[in-house]
């Protein structure tokens, strides 16, 4: 009979496995699961939810390295700037010019520009936790923390949208008012309001999220599975999936940027449609 991998009582446990469990050897594969993406708490009682865990570590120790890096590149800046400075000017520029310029322009997209370059640097940094020796864990898989900087830009857009073209030009705006729809103007902006005030901001958050999580499934599995197959003739497959496990390596890099960028450009198209004028 197959041996069951362990589980702890406590619910905020990972899942916990025989290290030196292998194909053959009459234990279960350890699959990866929602238990992956649990942590006991590193200080406070889970209980009381009063508590610090791996994540908020993590999310802690991202925003240290983001401020620490630009203040040792802008702390000093020179003319001809030192590699770390090209660095940061690069990172910022593109972000700046190919985003917000792109997106909402150059006039009204300047005021914009220093919380643009803070989310994407923080969630690109939240996703290379993924992939980092130690940490190993994105922290955007976590719903709570795409979902906290979804509604960051939720309140920012609602609020411009209110500034800019007062309370009833707000509400066009949301519902997508146009008169010449005639019969079906009550359904479309039912269907535009349930949209736009509910379904974005949802949608905004569960992008970044869901790609994070399923790639840290996927490198869990793949990594377990090279683990778990070194033994016998699952050698040759552990070699396999080893491989697999590189790759989906390479992939995450290039995802976990990719996720960074759409969630600002997202972010940029709200607010330039919250100041676009009215036609």
Same mark, same amino acid.
Do not use: C, D, E
């Given at each position: 009979m197959l041996k069951e991998p362990a589980v702890s009582a406590d619910p905020t446990q990972v899942l916990a496995f025989e290290t030196d469990c292998h194909i053959f050897d009459g234990c279960g594969f350890p699959a990866p699961g929602l238990h992956s993406f649990l942590f006991k708490p590193l200080w406070g009682d889970g209980d009381s939810n009063l508590y610090f865990n791996k994540t908020m570590l993590l999310a802690?120790?991202?925003t240290v390295v983001i401020v620490g890096f630009f203040w040792v590149a802008f702390r000093n800046?020179?003319?001809v700037p030192g590699k770390v400075q090209m660095v940061a000017e690069a990172g910022y520029d593109f972000v700046r010019r190919g985003i917000v310029y792109e997106t909402i322009g150059k006039r009204d997209g300047e005021k914009y520009v220093p919380l643009v370059v803070s989310l994407f640097f923080f969630v690109w940094?939240?996703?290379l936790w993924s992939i980092i020796p130690v940490a190993q864990f994105p922290v955007t898989a976590i719903i709570s923390y795409p979902a $906290?900087? =979804?509604l960051i830009v939720y309140v920012l857009w609602v609020s411009l949208t209110f500034k800019k073209h007062g309370f009833v030009g707000a509400f066009k705006n949301f519902s997508g008012y146009d008169k010449s729809l005639g019969a079906v103007l009550p359904l479309s902006m039912t269907i535009e309001l349930f949209s736009n005030l509910l379904v974005r901001p949802f949608t905004h958050a569960?992008?970044?999220f869901a790609n994070m999580f399923a790639g840290h499934t996927l490198l869990l599995l793949f990594t377990i599975a090279s683990w778990y197959l070194l033994n016998g003739i699952g050698f $040759?497959? =552990?070699?396999?999936?080893?491989?697999?496990?590189?790759v989906m390596t390479a992939f995450e890099l290039f995802?976990?940027?990719v996720q960074a960028y759409v969630f600002v450009l997202l972010t940029c198209s709200y607010i330039q449609g919250a100041l676009a004028e009215q036609h």
């Open positions: 802690l120790l991202g800046p020179k003319v940094v939240m996703n $906290a900087l =979804a569960v992008r970044l $040759a497959y =552990a070699g396999v999936s080893f491989v697999m496990t590189i995802i976990q940027a």
